[in-house]
């Protein structure tokens, strides 16, 4: 290995002559640093960064080519002087060549910087609907998150900690084929909206991809500019191989999702309230929530409906609602080559049926791909890549909101009604929602929605890039790419007549028409990027040089058409013409545009050092036209050590590498956001045309990007032949000029503004070991441990300020807000605790009642550790392997345990109401010092926790261990290839994820189980789908 | 040689695109956007907009109404809790919408010299939804009020209460000053759009003005009756409103529901009217009860059902008790459906979406100067005044959905007028006057609950649930708790201004 990264002379021989060549891969793009020996002998030479090389050999000579993660090829030289060859990628290559910036593949030891390569047999193995999520605990430094939101949600992607306050786009860039976009997270925010529509990963099928490059800092990313401040990851989608005939590969999966149901709730008392079980059907209805009533006993008692059932606990409610849920996703792809170019194309349907029965959640997706290269001349290569997606999602479930949607209303009602009331009673007799509780405009009976309430969102989404590149000289290129990116979005949803209320009619039955909700959008939006790039490259003995000089233009187009009607002439018709009163009507656009100039410089002496330095310029059409472009310098180096150190055997490979990056961001200022806009709305009033004021934010005309600066250092050491691999990188990241939208007095008019405030430092460590404890003939044990330590600090907020309220969980949030504070961790949650006096103890009332104490910080909602281990065994053509992840030392407010307590179904509500308990007798004390020694009711005493928002003992450890997956994977390709000829590979794998929740704090629920996969909910659990266990059978043939 | 090649390229590149941002200003405009608009339709949003209270806030305060539910959250002035979500809603509702939108348009409008009566309605409209403002808080933004935009004001100052009153007296004077007959008429207006010309406009508006001033007045009473009796002979003087032709009110429709009714409708089984204003209805057999009050057989079947209206069957709810403890009252009355067997809003009447909003009313006005007239401030018959503020406000019922014509009858008005416990008397005049005046503006708590403070009257016991305020009565509302993180600096010197931040501290003219 140490031998192909030198530049070793060849020596000069008898009847030699020179020839010379370049060596390309798959995809033409010329491969750097291969070694190209003179079969038997000691001449050898490598490859420069334009892949071309020169040997002396002679007739006859065999010439070797060899690089790390490719497969090798021999070739007997007769009589030509230029050879040109390429290597095929080999399946578990990427430890060594990296995909990076713009798509150049570079020797990992050339690297200043982190750059991990994704295994695919972990996208493979582990196959979610989302790929994203089935890297969880795979990558060092890379936090994935996915919400508890549904078949076809988002995942939350954050590396290195989050970089900027809520508001911005906080995740990494996501480059397919060269064509870079955001993630785009349509996740659940509360009320607006209520569900997750997924985001752009979706829209990636596993089996296309080739590889996946995970840039991590700021430096990897800095030639990206201003979109790629948190990272990037890069992916290349599959081509066909040259020289070979027709290939068909055909893969098939199947998984099941089972609903895993944490709760743990009380079964002893049931629906009621003041220790009574309800004796008529009004007092059935208003307790339906509560489960203060008295023991449950079997006996009959009336419920909502009039209808009389046992007074008897429903201890398996959410998982009788819940059904399996199933994927099934086929893909064919077909793959060929010839001399001049190779091509793929691959087809892939998805079809997810959700959890959530009623309303019925289905997701499905098609995804069509294509790659193709050519070679036009000898010089000029063509290649094309294009992605299709059709998404459908119907009915993703409601959550995170205290309102529609199933979670909230199965974990709030009284155990004591049979999830059969629910169903058979959804409907009163005029056709509305029945009654089930005191609580009705927020606790939504999920069979009533069903068949009445939707969702509907459709997606079609086309990415195309075409890339030109003519080699001048050897040494000289020239690129031209052209980007393409359009989608069109559909959404649809209602509220269908009489949900929660108890009249269809609108107004009193005075109005004219069925009250409910109708709206409609469509958005259709283009994301150009047009850039250019010059790279040449050359060795000056001992030292190399690749310069590249590119420009990019940067151009997104959405436009968004929405309508939206309440009230109803025909009552259930959802249409914009039955619709009675416009609630929305109108056509916005969002435009803007990045054009950067670009440069960047690789210096590299003997093979062992590398200094690289980038610069890029970008200017914005969203900023002030005053100061809108901004310069972002980076500097990294790599030392191979090793290289001094040939003698020690036991040292395979040694790196030390270092990088400083500095990268800002217009993420997060909307286009047009420097004006102030007016509107009119869209009734009139007795004749009348009513003018307002667009917005509540007050518009800021003097924005500038916030930027980050990241420094880090890593260490690469692998030793003993590879059997120990270990990679550790520090890193230190600050993100200054945030922008805020700063909350200001609503006296101003407005509710908040867009400012440059703020700082925020990410620092961290990652760390990587790879052993391979056991390496038989047949046996192979392999042993990867990954973890990452973050913390994320509040440096500054706005000058004056060192509090920022970033969400108040308020109204049907119930408790608690999230709070940036200077000198803490990000992502504070905050609430108010109990009072207590200078002993600490807490202080109650003359009536034994707890008293509001001020707000306080019970710590950072962010975990601190990340990471993951995994084991594979090899015997023969069988793998098993087994992932382990955790995270910890981020905290969880869980609302659910506060509505839990205070309504009576949580184990922590029994006390009070125990065997020879007269109510809550809370350990405080009075203001006198005393000893409290009165019982309280207990509705009565866990109810002021709501009213006075003390949140002590609604705060949990978010931590967790999981046993996230297992696989066994059966390899029959030799089998097959040898019994039937025309299959090439045969591979079963059945896998199971989520096969265990080994440690959490938070009771009742799973602590992954959020809704939402932004930062503005972080830590805050509140209705949200169960976690699923998922079993998996994957067939892959190759014909 | 080579770097210095690659150098020129690159400058080369940069200047060719040295218009690197040159489109930029094409691409960050939007076409689609809304960028001029008409001040006039600002400002009949603004009307639309007005904020008069709310039934769990004002009404709730001066005993009209209470939501007996103690189920965490709903816990307020029913309960004497200090509970930000019952204090922000004036605040919010005015700033976000009246304020923003009537110094947007102001601006506006500053640039038309031909619109002075456009300009005028709107520095009166203004005036009247700071003196609400400074009637519930105190001191309260005002002069750097909804600047954000225009002027970079993130952070407005609070003005004292008294100094903003002196202003609003001036701002009103000027405005009426410079209304003129021969200039525009403004037909978005909601109140007088349709009066036909601009002269006849500008007479209600100066009308409305200086019954605005006349209230403005009145609120000195007990700080400084001598300025009060100034204030309300100049008011009078100008000329106040005189029918309820003039009144200034909102009707609304099936798009743009009443502001006030989208509260107590959901989960209504927790809302009822209060036991002391039912009291004073009964007792008086007062013919507006029937409009007002009503006892559903299901208390949160309130949309589907039929109320009773019958008097003698209405019950209020008692002040001071929750769903729990009010079974230990001598008087329960039960359990009915859902909820309690007590008195609810007449759904299809005063709670009832598309019900009118009143913000300034002949019958306010009459009322007001029949006290004015009992203290000898004005010439006029006190009673006379006081008959006519009580026929106003049974007119006025003719505005509300589901009431005929004359929704009142004179038989009825006559009756009532005459009643023992409502006709006028010199010794009583105070308590009666004031009592009729919280009755007509069971719409507009904002207003019953300034004027309870400034009279005393009607004669309320104190809600004694937890006793927070010592037997005391809500003398304000605190800021919203946002103001505390947002606008700390301001924030702090207003309370530091106010001697605190509670429910006890009392604005300007409300002296013990």
């Known amino acids: 290995m140490v031998g192909m990264m030198g530049i070793i002379p060849a020596f000069l021989q008898g009847q030699e002559k020179p020839v010379r060549g370049q060596v390309r891969d798959s995809e033409s793009t010329p491969l750097e640093g291969v070694t190209v020996q003179v079969k038997g002998t000691r001449t050898a030479t490598a490859t420069n960064a334009n892949g071309n090389f020169s040997i002396n050999a ?3 000579d065999i010439l070797v080519f060899s690089l790390i993660g490719y497969q090798p090829r021999e070739l007997t030289l007769q009589n030509q002087m230029v050879v040109n060859i390429q290597l095929t990628a080999e399946s578990r290559s990427m430890e060594e060549v990296v995909v990076t910036a713009l798509g150049i593949k570079k020797e990992s030891k050339k690297l200043g910087y982190s750059a991990e390569t994704v295994k695919r047999q972990d996208l493979l193995q582990n196959r979610t609907v989302n790929v994203m999520e089935s890297l969880e605990g795979k990558v060092a430094g890379l936090d994935i998150s996915p919400p508890a939101a549904g078949a076809g949600s988002s995942t939350k992607i954050r590396l290195r900690g989050q970089s900027a306050f809520a508001g911005a786009a906080n995740s990494p860039l996501i480059v397919i084929n060269g064509l870079p976009m955001d993630q785009g997270a349509r996740s659940s925010n509360g009320w607006q909206p209520a569900y997750d529509l997924g985001d752009n990963m979706q829209q990636i099928n596993p089996d296309d991809i080739e590889s996946m490059t995970v840039l991590k800092g700021a430096t990897a990313a800095a030639i990206y500019g201003s979109r790629a401040a948190n990272g990037a990851i890069i992916i290349t989608t599959k081509n066909g191989q040259r020289d070979q005939g027709i290939g068909i590969e055909y893969t098939s999966n199947f998984t099941v999702n089972s609903v895993l149901d944490f709760t743990d709730f009380q079964q002893e008392f049931g629906q009621g309230q003041g220790g009574q079980r309800p004796t008529d059907v009004g007092s059935a209805i208003s307790t339906g929530m509560l489960g203060w009533g008295s023991r449950m006993d079997g006996e009959p008692i009336v419920n ?37 170019g190779n091509f793929r194309a691959s087809f892939s349907n998805s079809g997810a049926k959700g959890i959530t029965p009623a309303p019925d959640n289905r997701y499905t997706k098609r995804i069509f791909n294509l790659g193709l290269n050519h070679d036009l001349t000898k010089k000029l290569h063509f290649s094309f890549n294009a992605n299709y997606t059709k998404e459908n999602n119907e009915n993703p479930p409601q959550v995170g909101a205290q309102g529609p949607g199933a979670p909230n209303f199965l974990t709030r009602m009284s155990t004591s009604i049979p999830l059969a009331a629910f169903r058979e009673s959804a409907v009163a007799e005029n056709g509305t929602e029945r009654q089930t509780s005191g609580f009705q405009g927020t606790l939504l009976n999920p069979y009533f929605a069903k068949g009445r309430e939707f969702i509907l969102n459709d997606r079609d989404r086309f990415l195309g890039t075409a890339t030109l590149r003519y080699d001048v000289m050897d040494w000289l290129y020239v690129q031209g790419r052209y980007n393409y990116d359009y989608s069109v979005s559909k959404l649809e949803f209602n509220t269908p007549t009489g949900r929660g209320t108890s009249t269809p009619f609108n107004n009193n039955g005075q109005g004219p028409g069925f009250n409910g909700m109708y709206h409609i959008e469509q958005a259709k939006g283009t994301e150009i990027n047009t850039d250019f790039l010059v790279g040449a ?66 210096f590299g002496y003997k093979g062992m050092l590398y200094v690289n330095l980038t610069g890029r310029q970008d200017w914005f059409s969203v900023l002030n036209p005053e100061a809108n472009s901004e310069f972002y310098p980076s500097v990294s180096g790599s030392f191979i050590f090793s290289e001094l150190m040939k003698e020690q055997s036991w040292l395979s490979y040694g790196k030390l590498r270092g990088s400083w990056a500095q990268v800002g961001s217009a993420n997060g ?20 045309t009513l003018g307002t004021i667009l917005g509540t934010r007050s518009p800021n005309a003097l924005l500038r990007p916030f930027s980050v600066e990241e420094r880090e250092l890593g260490l690469e050491l692998r030793f003993f032949d590879s059997r120990l691999s270990f990679d550790i990188a520090a890193y230190e990241k600050v993100t200054t000029d945030q922008i805020l939208p700063v909350q200001i007095s609503n006296a101003s008019g407005y509710t908040d503004t867009q400012q440059n405030v703020g700082s925020l430092q990410n620092r961290g460590m990652e760390f990587m070991l790879e052993v391979i404890p056991m390496k038989r003939d047949n046996f192979r044990w392999t042993s990867s441990f990954n973890a990452s330590l973050n913390t994320t600090k509040v440096l500054s907020i706005a000058p004056g300020t060192d509090r920022f309220v970033a969400q108040r969980f308020e109204g049907n949030e119930f408790i608690g807000a999230l709070v940036y504070e200077v000198g803490l961790p990000l992502n504070q949650l905050s609430a108010n605790t109990y009072l207590r006096n200078e002993n600490g103890e807490i202080l109650l009332n003359d009536n034994g009642r707890l008293l509001q104490g001020p707000v306080v910080n019970f710590g950072s909602a962010l975990p601190k550790w990340v990471g993951g281990w995994t084991n594979t065994f090899t015997y023969k053509n069988l793998s098993l392997s087994m992932h382990f992840d955790f995270k910890a030392g981020g905290k969880v407010l869980s609302s659910s ?106 009771p009742d629920y799973d602590p992954e189980a959020f809704a939402s996969s932004g930062d503005n909910r972080v830590g805050y659990e509140q209705a949200t789908v169960p976690t699923t266990r998922n079993y998996a059978f994957n067939l892959n043939i190759i014909f | 040689m080579k770097k210095i090649k690659y150098l020129t390229l690159l400058g080369t590149i940069c200047w060719a695109l040295s218009g690197c941002d040159k489109n930029f200003e094409t691409v960050n405009t939007n076409e689609y956007g809304v960028t001029n608009i008409d001040p006039a339709l600002l400002f009949s949003n603004a009307e639309r907009l007005t904020h008069v209270g709310a039934w769990e806030g004002e009404q709730t305060i001066v005993q009209q109404f209470v939501n007996a539910y103690n189920l965490g959250a709903t816990a307020g002035f029913n309960f004497n809790e200090d509970n930000n979500n019952f204090n922000i809603p004036k605040w919010n509702s005015c700033y976000e919408n009246a304020v923003k939108l009537l110094v947007e348009a102001i601006q506006i409008a500053q640039e038309m010299p031909a619109r002075v009566n456009l300009m005028s309605m709107m520095r009166i409209w203004k005036a009247y939804v700071f003196m609400t403002l400074v009637d519930t808080y105190g001191d309260v933004p005002y002069s750097e009020a909804g600047k954000a935009y225009q002027q970079i004001i993130f952070y407005p100052i609070y003005d004292d209460d008294r100094a903003i009153y002196e202003d609003l007296y001036n701002e009103l004077k000027s405005a009426i000053a410079s209304m003129d007959p021969a200039a525009d008429y403004v037909t978005e207006d909601f109140f007088y759009g349709a009066t036909g010309s601009a002269a006849a406009q500008v007479a209600k508006w100066q009308r409305l003005g200086n019954s605005l001033l006349l209230r403005l007045g009145m609120r000195y009473t007990k700080v400084d009756p001598e300025k009060a009796r100034s204030i309300v002979q100049e008011a009078v003087d100008g000329g106040v409103m005189q029918s309820n032709e003039d009144d200034a009110y909102m009707v609304f429709t099936n798009a743009y529901n009443s502001t006030l009714n989208d509260g107590p409708v959901v989960n209504a089984y927790y809302y009822y009217l209060a036991e002391p204003f039912v009291n004073q209805l009964k007792s008086t057999e007062d013919p507006r009860a029937k409009y007002i009050a009503g006892k559903y057989a299901d208390p949160n079947a309130v949309l589907s059902s039929v109320p009773d209206v019958t008097l003698a069957n209405q019950f209020g709810f008692p002040v001071g008790y929750d769903q729990n403890n009010v079974a230990q009252h001598p008087n329960f009355r039960g359990r009915a459906g859902t909820g309690f067997n007590y008195s609810q809003l007449n759904y299809a009447i005063i709670g009832n979406p598309f019900a009118p909003l009143f913000y300034i009313t002949h019958s306010q006005t009459k009322l007001l100067m029949a006290e004015a007239a009992h203290r000898n401030w004005i010439n006029g018959s006190a009673q006379a005044y006081y008959e006519e503020g009580i026929r106003a406000s049974m007119d006025q019922w003719s505005l509300y959905p589901n009431t005929p014509d004359n929704a009142i009858s004179e038989q009825e008005k006559e009756s009532y007028i005459n009643h023992p416990q409502v006709v006028f008397n010199t010794a009583n005049a105070l308590e009666l006057i004031n009592t009729q005046y919280w009755i007509s503006n069971i719409g507009n708590g904002t207003e019953s609950f300034a004027n309870f403070r400034r009279s005393g009257f009607p004669a309320l016991t104190p809600n004694r649930y937890n ?13 919203p708790d946002d103001e505390m993180s947002e606008n700390p600096t301001n924030y702090q010197a207003a309370v530091a201004a106010m001697g605190g931040d509670n429910l006890s501290v009392r604005v300007f003219w409300d002296i013990e």
């Open chain 1, 58 to 60: 002679s007739n006859g």
């Open chain 1, 537 to 602: 490259s050359k060795e000056f003995g001992d030292f190399s040089i690749d310069l590249s000089v590119g420009g990019n233009i940067f151009k997104r187009d959405v436009g968004t058409f929405i309508d939206e009607v309440e009230d109803f002439t025909v009552r259930d018709l959802y249409s914009i013409q039955n619709g009675i009163n416009k609630t929305i009507n109108n056509y916005t656009i969002f435009r803007d545009q990045t054009n950067s100039l670009y440069a960047f410089a690789e």
């Open chain 1, 897 to 1002: 345990a506060l509505n839990g307590l205070r309504q009576g179904h949580t184990k922590a509500s029994l006390i009070g109401r125990r065997e020879g308990e007269n109510g809550v007798v809370f350990d405080g004390v009075y203001r006198n010092g005393e000893k409290n020694t009165i019982a309280v009711n207990p509705q009565d005493f866990y109810t002021d926790y709501r009213n006075l928002q003390i949140a002590d003992p609604f705060i949990f450890k978010s931590d967790f261990i999981k046993f996230r997956n297992i696989a066994l994977t059966y390899n029959l390709s030799d089998y097959v290839k040898n019994k039937f000829g025309f299959i090439k590979g045969l591979t079963l794998t059945a896998s199971c994820r989520n096969v265990a929740l080994l440690y959490k704090d938070l």
């Open chain 2, 467 to 479: 006793n927070n305020l010592n037997g005391g009565f809500v003398r304000r509302m605190a800021y």
């Open chain 1, 304 to 340: 909502f409906d009039g209808v009389m059932r046992p007074y008897a606990p429903n201890p398996n409610r959410i998982k009788e609602f819940y059904r399996d849920g199933t994927v099934f996703t086929n893909t064919v792809a077909l793959s060929g080559g010839s001399d001049k």
């Open chain 1, 669 to 688: 200022i909307p286009p047009f956001s420097n004006h102030l806009f007016y509107d009119i709305l869209p009734n009139q009033l007795h004749g009348r």
